[in-house]
Structures are given as structure tokens and as C-alpha cells.
């Protein structure tokens, strides 16, 4: 009973991992272990080649190495560029930085967050969009500011977010 | 291997102090009597130097150091209390304080917090600084620990004791920075992770973070007793904290063989002493029922129906039946109680159901009656053997040794277990042979072992004794025949010979799966094994068979059997009946007494016309309930002794009201041989009165006055007969592996350890109607047959009702779902349970908890016996299963 709780929490979010999936990691894992410090390694492959680690790969991975698999998720979480949940092909960061907070980063955020009807550090269903804040990004002048996928928009104002945004409204 | 050691002097606080090298700065002051406030360091755990707490200062350089991390080196000046050092103490400890709820008063951590008590001594009550809001109390559905990780301090004990200790691997950091937490996986609530609630964290805890859930009565401790948990046959060692003679909560000792650590059921489990169902007040039957009595009116009756039966049938018509979880003190007096008052050797202890395979097959091989060596000496084990055993539920502290055997010492595994349980992760080879056909798979790594020469030869030329016999025996048992017997490929059977031989110690540890299901003859092929490969009893070698029960080593030692006196000094030997006479003043019975089951089949057939059965339940526990029932009905006065009314009880004439574990004084014999003190915390509920008490106030009415004023009394004389319990008195203190080898030594009977040949007869054949071989096992949240972990309030909340797991093919061949009633029929009777679809079964094989109050499973067991050791099989047998529409 405990044992499917668990799951069916992990599998909320995507895809389901079929057997396969698992045999295809644990090549993976063979691939990488037979280095002193494989553990990260094998974490940015899987991450390459998943687009992020899916958990049910976690206890894999653990058992592999020898480790437990709530280490292998606190090795994960230390690092802020590996992820348990799939992110979206564009990264909206929205910059929470002095010169944007005092310029109305923050209702640029909450506008944002509306358009793709998501939290910070989520994903949108179908994997368009993950949300995350950031620190000054350098760009001060043109306050406030927010990046997606990779392109810096500067000057935000609702109408502009409308634009850049708006047809994801409600698409969720 | 002595050496001249090298010495490394340091000064501290102006003192010079030496100590030696690989010393930390803080075992050097602990050493010295230096006072460092610590906060995640502990001696239990691998230190790490996380909160700079205990930093000190190097006078030469000006540095400050973590002590409890820094090695000593010569020449070092450490000032342990400079005001740097109490400047910077004081802002580590502001820091802490800064993101610390204000809820100080309102903690249940109370005075055992240690970031309150080292505040508090250094003078700092609020904090100025900006708090940082934290996280609330995590919602979480388990009655045994709630976190609020506001008032964590990141110490990483939790982690560490997790890892380290009970090797659970629960919990971890989680997230960077402030953020950061200890977490489960996937950050879900404790019963969804692999937490099994032993409790270590908690104790280990240094704040409010992590603190116990549903606390049977409130209150700031007012007394702590050392005493030793009553469940299974670890033994662990638990202080128990005690405010208004009402237990507030169990710890884990730190001595022991548990060293901090406990399971589920010795830290929340211990409740059932507060249970209202105790019994208080002795009861009678009157006209059929039972009512209340005084103890003088409960007492005649009992006492004189006694004498009755021995002057009109003579004393083989009288029986008494005692407990394993009865202390030694009070099983030596019951065994006295038999033989000089009622003048029997009818007595016998409800362990002999299954222990006697251990003490005939050890005995007859090595000579040992127990596990040759110390739990702790398994973590030396280079291999080890597990088979018939599940400890992570039956004997949890033993689970633990192992997983710290493979993950922290690189021990190899061979798991021998049909299902797949906690341990198969852990296992390098994990061997599933058919159920019943271990004899055949041990001979057969014998025997392999033989062919590839692998024994150690010196050993078993010059030590063991009828290895030709053995070697001979084996012939049969060819990778092949044991291949197609066991259904273990070949192959596998050859790589557990090479781990199992190749290992420079390897050590065996088995559980009721050997001794209830091949008997002595699995035991024997378990010694034979030890014996080939001289692995029988050097550090990291030897045998260890777990006990069921708390006292069961103890209540076999004091003779509580009807075969041996106190010691295993066999009632039919004029000798050591001697020593016994001289002592008690009166003349032994001189032929063995029966058995448990052979008590109840004489009660049946009206030979036994009286029995006196304390601390056991065998209306509910025997096989074949409806026939014991049958026999205890016709008994003309039946006298039970229990902490509550049982099914036996209702059968009796007389039930006398006995005190908790909590509430007495003695010991407990552990799996290890370990004598543990049992010390008394609180008094006894209501009237009821120690199991000892009350058997010296019967034997006083019957008119034998027993000249004991204390259990400590009765342990001086165990002493003086029994040879190895002596050694045994100055308890923990003495307990030093170094000791216990001349312990052992002197259990050892005479001669060399003889190779014992042992046959694979086959069990569990498939008959025709009942397809499917049912194993029955302990769960962790229950115990025995549950008489107590029932009555814990938190264990009982967490226990599942009765279940039955069913492999996925044979579910979907049932047609049956989870969560299905079913009904599992063996040839002699049938149960009730809901189904489980699980994959840790192989086909063909179900799987059932031992015990669960509303629906004994032994209804399913005959009562036919291993001809050899004369107990029934209660671990498995034939069934069919039907779902109930
Ligand atoms: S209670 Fe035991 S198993 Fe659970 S987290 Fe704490 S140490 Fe680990
Ligand atoms: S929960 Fe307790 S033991 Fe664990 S890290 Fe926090 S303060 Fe330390
Ligand atoms: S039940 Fe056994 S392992 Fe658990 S605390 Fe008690 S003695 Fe220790
Ligand atoms: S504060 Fe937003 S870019 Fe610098
Ligand atoms: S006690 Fe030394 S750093 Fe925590």
C-alpha cells in the first residue's frame, strides 16, 4: 500500500517510465560507473538524455552505486541546474533583482504566472513553458526584465507580456 | 601485538594532556573532563563538523578550530574557552536561534533539547536578529513521529543515524542553501518512505525538529529507568522515562547490543503496560464465570486444587507451562515450583515449540546451545549466510548489523529466502529455493565445497570429528539432483560455495525458516557447513540463531523444560539432580517430563487432570486451537497467570494478575547468551503482583516456603549452579567481547564438534486439492500472538488488518484483486483474510502475518511433530484459496 502511494506521487507529473525505459538507464548507468565519482556524470547523462531525471530512475541509479536513493535526491536537489520534473523547451526566468523589484518586477510575475497558469519552478502541461525567478541578469537599465528561452525582453509592462504571452492563456 | 604507541601531548586550557594518534581535540577533553558544547556531534555517528559549536582556539596560530573534527597534533595550545571561542559560540548559536520558532515553552522536546539547554548556559535568551520564517509542521498520517523542521538546526543526526546506525537510508538533505532539509524521497511524509519508525533519529534529534507523535501521557520526566525491551530476542537495551507512575516514553540505551538504536516496537510499543484492559484483580470461576477474588481466595483455590489432584493421581498428573517472556529468576522458580512443590518434570516453556531444533542440532554438532558469538562480531564477517530468517521484522536489530556488515564493511550476502524481503537489495546472491528443500541446498553446497576443495583442511583434520561420515552422506546431493530438488540453478549453488568458503570468516545467522520447517536436520547442515570451513565461532564466523521471544534463551537456561534441569543438567542424570537436592533440600522425579504439545494431548486424554500456565497463550498460539481449547475445557483446575485475559484465560479456573515487564525486577537472556538487567520503573497495576511473587505465594500455601526475599536472591543461586551465568552478574559492564569467548568456552560440552549427517526428506509435496505452500512470518507493528502490541495504542493504529499476499499470476489464475476477502484452507482448519497482489513472491508460494489478534493463523497447523526435537511445524504448510464473494 505504502509502496504505491509513493509512485502514483512520482508519476503525477509526466510520462510514465516503462521497463524499458529503466533497462535503457541502467545501460546508461553501466556506461559511466566505472569512475571514481560516477554519480554526477551519470546524472548529467541521464539528464541529456530525458530533459531532466525522471525520480523513478532515482532508486536505479542508488541501487547501482550503492547509495540510498534519498542521497541520490539530495545530491540532485544540491544542484540547481538538475531537475526531477520534465522542463519546458522555453525557460521563462522573470528577474526579481532590485533595479526590476522597484520597477514592478513583481507584478510582471504575477502576470506571467497567470498567463501560463503555473507556480514558480513548474512546467506547463504540455511542456512549453517552466517558470523561474532569477537575479539581476545585468541588463538593470531596462527594467524590469524577464528572458524567455534564452532572448532578453527588457522594459516589461502587462501589455508586452500580453503579447509575448498571451495565446498560452488558459491552454493549460 | 604490543607495540610501543605513540604518544601526542597537547596543552589544554593551560594543562598538558596526551592522548592517542587519529584522537580529536574533543575525545581528548571528554578524556580530560573539559566541558565543549556539542551540537551534531555524537560518538555513535561519523562526525562531520557541521555546527561549529564546539570550536576552539589554537593559541599558536589564532585559529579556530571544529574540536569535534580536528585531530590532535603535537605541540597544539588549545584554549577551550577563550573569548574568541565564546564569541563565536555565541554567534553560531544566535544564528541557530534566529530562524528557531518561539515555541520553547510549548515544546515537547522540553528539557531534553539541547539547543535550549546550551543557550540557556551561555546566557542568551532572545535573539535581536531578523527571524527567518521556516516551515511548519509536516502533515503526516503515523502515530510515532511528527517534524517540524522550523526548529531544525541542520545537524544531520537524523541523516547520519539513519544511514549509519539502522542503515534505513530514510531520510537525506534536501535543496540547497536555506532551504535546505533533511527530506525523505520525493519530500513525501515518513509512512510513505522507507522509514520504519525505529525512533533513532529522534532520540538522537538535539532540537524540537524531530519529536515523538501521540504520546500515551504527558508530562516532564521525572524518573529514568535502564531496563530491557520485552518483545523480541535482541534484547535491546531502553530507558524508560516515568512521571506519575505512568510511563512517558521509551529511549534507546546506549549500551547494549543496540548502541542507540531500537525498532518500532521497543520505542512506541511499550504502551500496553498502561493498558485498561490489565487485569487487576485476581479473578475465580464462579458457577461458570469469572469474577473477582482476593488474592487469598484466588490463591487457595488455585493451591488446593493442586494438592488435591497430587494426592489423588500422584504429581504426573499436574503440569505447568511458563513463558518466554518471563524473566530468568521467575522461570528458575517455576522450574523449582515443579519439581520440589508439585514434585513433576512436567514443565516446559511455550518457546520449545520452536527452539528445541536450535539447543538439539547446535548441541549434538558443535556442542553450543546458542549463537556462538556476539552480534557484534558479524560485522567482521567477510561473507554472510542468511537463510529461514526475515530480521528486518522479526529481529530488527540483527537486520541492521547485516546491512552494516555489506554497506559499511563490504560483508557479502547470500540471502537463502524464497520471498523477497528488505535484505534482498542488500544481498550479493540471493538464492530461492522451493520451501522445505534447504537441507537439500545446504548438503549441496557442502558437498560442493567438498568436491572443489575449498574446506579448511587443518581445521576439520585435526578438530571436528566424523567428517568420513559426512562426506560419504553427500554423495548423493549432486549439483544436479540438488538443482531439480531446490529449483537453484546449479550454477548459483557452486558461486554460494566459493563466497561461502573463500570468505577468511564467514558467518551463518537463521531464524524459524530452519528450525520450523527442516528442524535439528537444518540446523545440523548449517553446523556441518560452519564445521568445513572452520568458521565456528572466531570473530566474524559462527552461527547465530535468532530467538522469537525476548527471554527465550533464558527460560530454556533456567530449566523450564522437561527434560533438563536448570543448566541443561539432565533430570535423569543422578549427579546433577545431586547438586540440585543438596540445594533445595528435597528429592527430584527422576524421568523426563513431557512437552508442551504432550501436555495438552494428556489433558486430553484426562492423564493430565491439572496445569498451571503462566504468561502463556496456548489457546491461541498452539496448533490445532480447537483442540487445546478441548484439552485445557477438560482439565479439573486450570491456573493462568497473564498481564490480561486471554483465550486461555477464559478457560480457567483461577486467573492470577501479573505485573508488566516495567514493573519488575530480573533479566532477560538475549539471542547472544547477553544477560540483561530488567529493573523496575513503575508498580505494579492495581493488585496485580510480579510473576515471581505470585508463584512463591502458591508454593507457600501448598506448604513450601522458598527462602527467596528477591529476585537478586534467586540469580545469586542461578549463579552458583548454573556455571556461566556467574560470569554474567556484573551484567552490561562485563559484556566486553573479550569476556564472552570463556563464556561460550565454558557451554562448550565435551569433545571435538562432530559433523552430524543429515538427510533432505521431502516436505510440502504438492497434494492433490491444496496447491499452494502458505509461509507464515512476523510483521514489524506486531508481535507473538499480539496480546500486547495489540493493546499499544500507536502499534495497533499502524498494524494492517489480516492479510494475505498472493503472487500476481496466482491473483489473476484466483481471479482475485487487492483488497479481496479470502479464505485459506489447510486439511485440518482455515482463515480469514484480505488479499495482497504482491511481485515478492514466487508462484505457488503465499505469504501471511503470525499474528493478529482477530484471526490466528495457526488454525491452519497440525499438531504433527518432528520426530526428533518433538515440536510442531508452524512456518508453513499446504493450503487452497478461495475468494469470498
Ligand atoms: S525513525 Fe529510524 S528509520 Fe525512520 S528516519 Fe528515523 S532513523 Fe530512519
Ligand atoms: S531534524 Fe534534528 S537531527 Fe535532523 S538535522 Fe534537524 S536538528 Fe538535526
Ligand atoms: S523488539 Fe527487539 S529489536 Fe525492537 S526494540 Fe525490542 S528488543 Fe530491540
Ligand atoms: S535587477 Fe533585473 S536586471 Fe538587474
Ligand atoms: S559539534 Fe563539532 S561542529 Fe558540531
Known amino acids: 500500500m505504502q509502496g504505491e502511494g509513493r509512485k502514483n506521487l512520482m508519476m503525477s507529473e509526466q510520462r510514465i517510465i516503462t521497463r524499458n525505459d529503466q533497462e535503457q538507464v541502467r545501460k546508461t548507468i553501466a556506461d559511466l560507473q566505472d569512475q571514481s565519482w560516477p554519480l554526477i556524470p551519470i546524472l548529467e547523462k541521464v539528464q541529456e538524455e530525458w530533459g531532466y531525471i525522471p525520480p523513478e530512475f532515482i532508486p536505479t541509479i542508488a541501487q547501482a552505486l550503492g547509495l540510498f536513493p534519498s ?35 513583481k507584478t510582471i510575475l504575477k502576470l506571467v504566472k497567470r498567463h501560463l497558469d503555473i507556480e514558480e519552478g513548474q512546467t506547463t502541461p504540455d511542456l512549453e513553458y517552466t517558470l523561474e525567478t532569477v537575479a539581476c541578469i545585468g541588463v538593470c537599465a531596462l527594467a524590469p526584465n524577464i528572458v524567455i528561452g534564452g532572448k532578453t525582453y527588457g522594459h516589461m509592462n502587462p501589455k508586452k507580456v500580453e503579447q509575448l504571452l498571451g495565446h498560452t492563456k488558459g491552454g493549460g | 601485538m604490543e607495540k610501543d604507541v605513540e604518544i601526542i601531548t597537547i596543552t589544554l586550557n593551560g594543562v598538558e594532556v596526551s592522548g592517542h594518534p587519529g584522537m580529536t581535540i574533543l575525545d581528548l577533553a571528554h578524556e580530560s573532563g573539559v566541558d565543549i558544547p556539542t551540537l551534531c556531534y555524537d560518538p555513535l555517528l561519523r562526525s562531520i563538523g557541521a555546527c561549529r559549536l564546539c570550536v576552539v582556539e589554537e593559541e599558536h596560530s589564532g585559529a579556530l578550530l571544529a574540536s569535534c573534527v580536528t585531530p590532535i597534533a603535537s605541540g597544539m595550545m588549545i584554549s577551550a574557552n577563550s573569548p574568541r571561542v565564546r564569541e563565536r559560540r555565541r554567534m553560531m548559536l544566535e544564528l541557530m536561534l534566529a530562524s528557531h520558532p518561539d515555541s520553547c515553552l510549548v515544546c515537547d522536546k522540553g528539557n531534553r533539547c539541547e539547543l535550549r539547554r546550551i543557550a540557556s548556559d551561555m546566557g542568551i535568551g532572545a535573539v535581536e536578529l531578523e527571524r527567518i520564517p521556516q516551515p511548519a509542521i509536516i502533515q503526516e498520517i503515523n502515530p510515532f513521529i511528527e517534524r517540524d523542521l522550523s526548529k531544525c538546526i541542520l545537524c544531520a543526526k537524523c541523516i547520519r543515524a539513519c544511514q549509519e546506525l539502522v542503515v534505513n537510508g530514510a531520510l537525506d538533505y534536501f535543496g540547497r542553501g536555506f532551504a535546505t532539509k533533511p527530506a525523505t524521497l520525493g519530500n513525501l511524509p515518513l509512512e510513505n518512505s522507507e522509514c520504519t519508525f525505529c525512533g533513532t533519529c529522534i532520540a538522537l534529534c538535539p532540537t524540537g525538529a524531530l519529536r515523538e507523535k501521540d504520546t500515551p501521557y504527558r508530562g516532564t520526566t521525572s524518573q529514568v529507568v535502564h531496563t530491557t525491551c520485552p518483545f523480541c530476542g535482541c534484547g535491546c537495551n531502553i530507558c524508560l522515562e516515568v512521571k506519575d507512575d505512568q510511563l512517558i516514553r521509551a529511549r534507546p540505551g546506549k549500551e547494549g547490543i543496540n548502541q542507540g538504536t531500537l525498532c518500532v516496537r ?71 515450583f515443579a519439581r520440589g512443590v508439585l514434585g513433576t518434570n512436567n514443565v516446559d516453556n511455550g518457546s520449545s515449540l520452536y527452539n528445541s531444533a536450535t539447543r538439539i542440532g547446535l548441541g549434538q554438532s558443535l556442542g553450543f ?40 564493511k563490504g560483508a557479502r550476502l547470500i540471502l537463502v529466502d524464497p520471498r523477497q524481503t528488505e535484505l534482498s537489495s542488500f544481498s550479493h546472491l540471493w538464492l530461492r529455493p522451493r520451501v522445505g528443500t534447504d537441507v537439500a541446498l545446504i548438503n549441496g553446497i557442502a558437498k560442493s565445497i567438498i568436491d572443489e576443495g575449498l574446506l579448511d583442511e587443518e581445521y576439520v583434520s585435526r578438530r571436528t570429528d566424523n567428517f568420513e561420515e559426512l562426506s560419504k552422506s553427500l554423495e548423493g546431493y549432486t549439483l544436479d539432483f540438488v538443482e531439480r530438488t531446490t529449483g537453484v540453478l546449479a ?23 530452519i528450525t520450523q520447517v527442516s528442524g535439528s536436520s537444518g540446523v545440523m547442515s548449517l553446523a556441518n557447513l560452519a564445521m568445513l570451513t572452520g568458521n565456528t565461532g572466531a570473530q566474524g564466523g559462527g552461527i547465530y540463531p535468532l530467538q522469537k521471544e525476548n527471554n527465550t534463551q533464558g527460560a530454556c537456561d533456567m530449566g523450564s523444560l522437561p527434560d533438563f534441569l536448570p543448566g541443561y543438567q539432565s533430570v535423569e542424570d543422578a549427579k546433577s539432580r545431586r547438586q540440585f537436592e543438596e540445594c533445595w533440600g528435597i528429592s527430584l522425579p527422576t524421568s523426563r517430563g513431557l512437552t508442551a504439545l504432550e501436555m495438552m494431548e494428556e489433558a486430553r486424554s484426562g492423564r493430565i487432570k491439572g496445569m498451571y500456565i503462566v504468561g502463556e497463550n496456548p489457546a491461541l498460539t498452539f496448533p490445532r486451537p480447537d483442540l487445546i481449547r478441548e484439552a485445557l475445557s477438560s482439565l479439573t483446575i486450570l491456573v493462568v497467570q497473564d498481564m490480561f485475559l486471554t483465550e486461555t484465560g477464559e478457560l480457567a479456573t483461577a486467573i492470577l494478575p501479573a505485573a508488566s515487564f516495567a514493573e519488575k525486577e530480573g533479566t532477560f537472556t538475549n539471542f547472544e547468551g547477553r544477560v540483561n538487567k530488567v529493573q523496575r520503573a513503575l508498580n505494579p497495576q492495581g493488585e496485580s503482583l510480579p510473576d515471581g511473587e505470585i508463584i512463591l505465594k502458591l508454593a507457600s500455601r501448598m506448604g513450601f516456603l522458598l527462602p527467596y526475599l528477591s529476585p537478586k536472591e534467586i540469580m545469586e543461586e542461578v549463579c552458583e549452579l548454573v556455571p556461566w551465568y556467574g560470569e554474567d552478574l556484573g551484567l552490561e559492564e562485563s559484556r566486553k567481547s573479550s569476556t564472552w569467548g570463556s563464556i561460550h568456552q565454558k557451554r562448550l560440552l565435551k569433545g571435538f564438534p562432530r559433523f552430524c549427517p543429515v538427510e533432505y526428506t521431502p516436505k510440502f509435496e504438492a497434494g492433490d486439492g491444496y496447491p499452494f505452500v502458505l509461509i507464515v512470518g512476523t510483521t514489524l507493528y506486531q508481535f507473538g500472538s499480539g496480546s500486547r502490541s495489540s493493546r499499544s495504542s500507536r502499534l495497533a493504529k499502524f498494524s494492517p488488518e489480516p492479510f494475505l499476499e498472493v503472487s500476481d499470476p496466482d491473483a489473476r489464475e484466483l481471479g482475485i484483486v487487492l483488497g479481496d476477502g479470502v479464505k485459506v484452507m489447510s486439511r485440518v482448519g482455515e482463515t480469514t483474510a484480505r488479499a495482497r497482489i504482491v511481485d515478492t513472491l514466487p508462484p505457488g508460494m503465499l505469504f501471511m502475518p503470525l499474528s493478529s489478534p482477530q484471526n490466528y493463523v495457526n488454525a491452519l497447523f497440525d499438531v504433527s511433530l518432528d520426530p526428533q526435537t518433538k515440536t510442531p511445524a508452524l512456518k508453513a504448510c499446504r493450503v487452497r484459496v478461495e475468494r469470498i464473494l
Open chain 1, 71 to 105: 542521497q541520490v535526491q539530495g545530491v540532485i536537489s544540491f544542484y540547481a541546474q538538475l531537475y526531477t520534473e520534465p522542463r519546458g523547451r522555453k525557460v521563462v526566468r522573470v528577474c526579481r533583482g532590485t533595479a526590476c523589484h522597484v520597477r514592478g518586477g
Open chain 2, 266 to 336: 521497543g520505542a512506541y510499543g511499550l504502551d500496553f503496560v498502561n493498558s485498561p484492559e490489565r487485569l487487576t484483580i485476581p479473578l475465580t470461576r464462579v458457577e461458570g464465570s469469572l469474577e473477582e477474588a482476593s488474592w487469598d481466595k484466588a490463591i487457595d483455590i488455585a493451591a488446593l486444587g493442586f494438592k488435591h489432584i497430587k494426592e489423588k493421581y500422584g504429581p504426573q498428573a499436574l503440569a505447568v507451562l511458563g513463558s518466554p517472556r518471563c524473566t530468568n529468576e521467575e522461570n528458575y522458580l517455576l522450574s523449582r
Open chain 2, 369 to 408: 546451545l546458542n549463537s556462538t558469538n556476539p552480534l557484534s562480531d558479524l560485522e567482521h564477517a567477510e561473507t554472510i549466510l542468511l537463510i529461514g530468517a526475515d530480521p528486518s521484522s522479526s529481529a530488527p536489530l540483527v537486520e541492521y548489523a547485516v546491512k552494516r556488515a555489506v554497506k559499511q
Open chain 2, 491 to 513: 550454477q548459483s549453488i557452486h558461486q554460494a560455495a566459493w563466497l561461502f568458503a573463500q570468505a577468511k570468516e564467514a558467518a551463518i545467522v537463521y531464524g524459524s525458516g
